[in-house]
């Protein structure tokens, strides 16, 4: 059974300072999704990795994924209060009948002037 | 407007109550999934349609009762729920199950209380 581990599950930080979070996954996967939620909104869709070494950045987000460690991190830099919400991974898994995503719990963070 | 709308947006009931979910995607997608998000827990996955056939019941309950009457449209029925069973119902769509790129695009939820 597939398992994705996030971490830290809270994050609170200073806006200006840098962060990575953690995403750890139980098996083989080379499919590996971000998401942000903001309170009472739904989840919007931040990176999709495709591969082992694949790098994507959007703004001060920066994803990226280690098939082989079964590992992704999401790399805040200088972080803004606008980047306050709750980030999940989610990690993809097919078979003959279709494919699902299974998330991890989710990392709330909170960016404080 | 994100594309899959989901209605109600809040709902209470007894435990005793009927009540359905409904879900709308106009993105031209052919699969569609409801999650249950609960507080301190990672989203579940409940069920999974692609091109309108059955293709994941994750263990839920017969209490949860999904209908999918085409690609565009799923509900979620509700009978005899439990206290446990409150928390935000999230539809998603996809281009299609078996498309292993497109990521998952999510409607604003259904958060259900149950008393």
């Known amino acids: 059974e597939l398992k994705v581990e996030q971490n830290p599950l809270f994050l609170s930080m200073q806006e200006g300072k840098n962060y990575t979070i953690y995403c750890n996954y139980s098996?083989?996967?080379?499919?590996l999704y971000w998401y942000r939620q903001d309170p009472g909104k739904s989840l919007e869709s931040l990176f999709v990795?495709?591969?082992?070494?694949a790098v994507k950045q959007e703004g001060r987000l920066m994803a990226s994924l280690d098939t082989k460690a079964r590992l992704s991190t999401l790399h805040i830099t200088a972080a803004v209060h606008d980047l306050s919400a709750t980030y999940f991974c989610?990690?993809?898994?097919?078979?003959?009948?279709?494919?699902?995503?299974?998330f991890g719990q989710g990392t709330e963070l909170s960016v404080k002037p | 407007e994100t594309g899959v709308t989901q209605t109600p947006r809040h709902l209470v009931m007894g435990m005793t109550n009927k009540k359905s979910l409904k879900c709308e995607q106009h993105?031209?997608?052919?699969?569609m999934y409801w999650y249950k998000q609960s507080a301190k827990k990672p989203l579940e996955l409940m069920f999974v349609?692609?091109?309108?056939?059955?293709?994941e019941n994750n263990s839920v309950p017969s209490r949860f009762s999904p209908e999918c009457p085409n690609s565009s449209h799923l509900f979620l029925h509700l009978h005899t729920l439990q206290p446990e069973d409150s928390a935000l119902y999230l539809c998603?769509?996809?281009?299609?199950?078996?498309?292993?790129?497109?990521?998952?695009?999510f409607g604003n939820g259904t958060r259900l209380t149950v008393t």
């Open positions: 098996t083989t996967s080379d499919r």
């Open positions: 990795l495709l591969s082992n070494g």
């Open positions: 993105l031209g997608h052919n699969a």
């Open positions: 349609y692609n091109f309108k056939e059955q293709t």
């Open positions: 998603a769509s996809s281009s299609s199950a078996l498309a292993r790129i497109s990521p998952l695009h």
């Open positions: 989610a990690v993809g898994t097919w078979d003959n009948q279709g494919g699902k995503l299974i």
